[in-house]
T-cell receptor
Framework: DTGVSQNPRHKITKRGQNVTFRCDPISEHNRLYWYRQTLGQGPEFLTYFQNEAQLEKSRLLSDRFSAERPKGSFSTLEIQRTEQGDSAMYLC????????????FGSGTQLSVL | SQQGEEDPQALSIQEGENATMNCSYKTSINNLQWYRQNSGRGLVHLILIRSNEREKHSGRLRVTLDTSKKSSSLLITASRAADTASYFCATDEGGRGGSEKLVFGKGTKLTVNP
């Protein structure tokens, strides 16, 4: 169990640029989640995959956001035409089918949009 | 939207004292979880209590759940400086199984002074 890995740890970008984050879940976990967290708040759900299927998306996930999990292993989250309001910590989590209630989180990607 | 709301927002205690944090939520649930987050890091699962349970223990942690009041409490006994972190409650949305969508509160920031 090597844990959930997220890259990069930090990303600074200019408004209007596109950014992509990667998440590598724990290898035997078939469920993968993306959350967003701003300062002083709890994580907010963005989207969820079971294997390669994206099963649920939050209304928070605007058309500028897209997530993929092409082979049911790692996942990417892309934000197009970034805005200052996108600045946040983007957290990835994974879980197994049998223990789906317990989420294992990565350390997150901190995005700063200038 | 955030279902769970923790109280207090911040708590400062001396090492060795007990820390109690409360969480209120709005809708019916299947289970409630508590997570811990060190500054700038991902969340770590602490304990899960199901809707048909009233109390659960894990080491120095004690969680209670009152579904009639839609509230839960987390007690950390004999606190240590290393317990300094933010603590979040998280709930599912009742009708569904698993944690396809966990809803987090805003958290309690605990500081344990040596």
């Amino acid at each position: 169990d090597t844990g959930v890995s997220q890259n990069p740890r930090h990303k600074i970008t200019k408004r209007g640029q596109n950014v992509t984050f990667r998440c590598d879940p724990i290898s035997e976990h078939n469920r993968l989640y993306w959350y967003r967290q701003t300062l002083g708040q709890g994580p907010e759900f963005l989207t969820y995959f079971q294997n390669e299927a994206q099963l649920e998306k939050s209304r928070l996930l605007s058309d500028r956001f897209s997530a993929e999990r092409p082979k049911g292993s790692f996942s990417t989250l892309e934000i197009q035409r970034t805005e200052q309001g996108d600045s946040a910590m983007y957290l990835c989590a994974s879980s197994t089918r049998d223990r789906s209630e317990k989420l294992f989180f990565g350390s997150g990607t901190q995005l700063s949009v200038l | 939207s955030q279902q769970g709301e923790e109280d207090p927002q911040a708590l400062s205690i001396q090492e060795g004292e007990n820390a109690t944090m409360n969480c209120s939520y709005k809708t019916s649930i299947n289970n409630l979880q508590w997570y811990r987050q060190n500054s700038g890091r991902g969340l770590v699962h602490l304990i899960l209590i199901r809707s048909n349970e009233r109390e659960k223990h894990s080491g120095r942690l004690r969680v209670t759940l009152d579904t009639s009041k839609k509230s839960s409490s987390l007690l950390i006994t004999a606190s240590r400086a290393a317990d300094t972190a933010s603590y979040f409650c998280a709930t599912d949305e009742g009708g569904r199984g698993g944690s396809e969508k966990l809803v987090f509160g805003k958290g309690t920031k605990l500081t344990v002074n040596p």
